[in-house]
């Protein structure tokens, strides 16, 4: 093998060290680990904490969420960076929405999200998000509605954490579908909490690949939401 052979192998090996390494000390150095998933808190579902906080005595009514207080909506994507696997997640609390509760029942309930609002731990990416894959100039807000009540056990009021399936209409980029999801909630004080999570398939919202050059997405990503209702 000559020199000129020699120096051109060395040099491949050097660029594939940098571009394993660079990402993996990025991802496992100096990247913030990602938020984790919305849910209930199980320190929230304690004999204490239920005896303490259930102390709401009718569900029955009309409730709200207040904007930019403590729900949250966002989403979240498996990303590979040159071969290192992470995550990808963006939230708000743009939100709005509203429940209403008729004999022990969840007759009505709807969500708007601001989606120019959405932001992650990288601005290149709220970049692509903001414009190429979202398209939030054109497509501003993400809508839910929901088309089937949902009945409410009779430990709604305990604090206990209830789980339950929600169908309804969701608008996504300008494309409205009819989904069902399962969801849990929680009476916790004078308030009402939902948490969920929407697994989108980018292909069936007419949503671009997320991916860009050197970065990889997984054809799927969640839309997630723990939204507090209060009457």
Do not use: C, H
């Not at 709200?64 to 609390?93: A, C, H, I, M, W």
């Not at 309930?109 to 120019?116: A, D, E, H, K, R």
Request: charged fraction near 20%.
């Amino acid at each position: 093998m000559n020199r000129k052979v020699r120096i051109i192998i060395v040099g491949l090996i050097v660029i594939g060290l940098a571009l394993t390494a660079g990402p993996w000390t990025y991802i496992n150095l100096i990247k913030d680990d990602a938020p984790e998933a919305l849910n209930i808190s199980p320190s929230d579902s304690t004999e204490e904490s239920k005896t303490s906080e259930a102390s709401i005595s009718n569900v029955n009514g009309d409730w709200k969420v207040v904007p930019n207080t403590d729900s949250v909506v966002g989403y979240r994507v498996k990303e590979v960076l040159f071969g290192q696997v992470t995550e990808g997640v963006g939230r708000t609390k743009d939100v709005e929405a509203t429940l209403v509760i008729s004999n022990n029942e969840v007759t009505q309930g709807s969500f708007t999200v601001q989606m120019g609002t959405i932001t992650s731990d990288a601005g290149k990416r709220d970049n692509q998000f903001n414009g190429r894959i979202m398209d939030v100039g054109n497509f501003p807000t993400a809508t839910f509605s929901l088309s089937k009540s949902i009945p409410l056990p009779s430990n709604a009021l305990s604090g206990d954490v209830i789980s339950a399936s929600a169908t309804g209409e969701l608008t996504l980029r300008g494309v409205t579908k009819t989904i069902t999801f399962p969801i849990d909630a929680q009476v916790q004080g004078s308030t009402f909490t939902v948490v969920g999570n929407i697994k989108i398939v980018f292909d069936e919202w007419s949503i671009p690949a997320p991916g860009v050059p050197g970065i990889t997405v997984e054809p799927d990503g969640l839309l997630e939401f723990s939204l507090v209702f209060t009457q």
